[in-house]
Nanobody
Framework: QVQLVESGGGLVQAGGSLRLSCAAS????????MGWYRQAPGKQRELVAI???????NFADSVKGRCTTSRDDAKRTVSLQLNSLKPDDTAVYYC???????????????WGQGTQVTVSS
């Protein structure tokens, strides 16, 4: 069974930075898109960053210029580096991956359980 597990969340000060990591495990044949979403109370879940298997990346307007994302296909991990943190970055951050699982023949979406990021002002 495929699982995604996030780590690196916590309480940080405004202006600081943090790094989130996500590790995929299970009987995985391949991973296409892999990235991060976030959700604050009362708001829709929104895309933060995505990294494709082809090496391209995309970022939400709210984090452009402040974050980077990278993936390590050998380790089946994806990381998010977020700098110049603002209070409105406070949210639960979810790892996302589009995965072809052994022994199936089609890709499915997988989500981590989420990690809380709280930015103090």
């Amino acid at each position: 069974q495929v699982q995604l597990v996030e780590s690196g969340g916590g309480l940080v000060q405004a202006g600081g930075s943090l790094r989130l990591s996500c590790a995929a495990s299970g009987r995985i044949w391949s991973i296409s898109d892999m990235g991060w979403y976030r959700q604050a109370p009362g708001k829709q879940r929104e895309l933060v960053a995505i990294a494709t298997s082809a090496g391209s990346t995309n970022f939400a307007d709210s984090v452009k210029g402040r974050c980077t994302t990278s993936r390590d296909d050998a380790k089946r991990t994806v990381s998010l580096q977020l700098n110049s943190l603002k209070p409105d970055d406070t949210a639960v951050y979810y790892c996302y991956a589009h995965i072809l699982q052994i022994p199936f023949s089609s890709y499915d979406n997988y989500w981590g359980q989420g990690t809380q990021v709280t930015v103090s002002s």
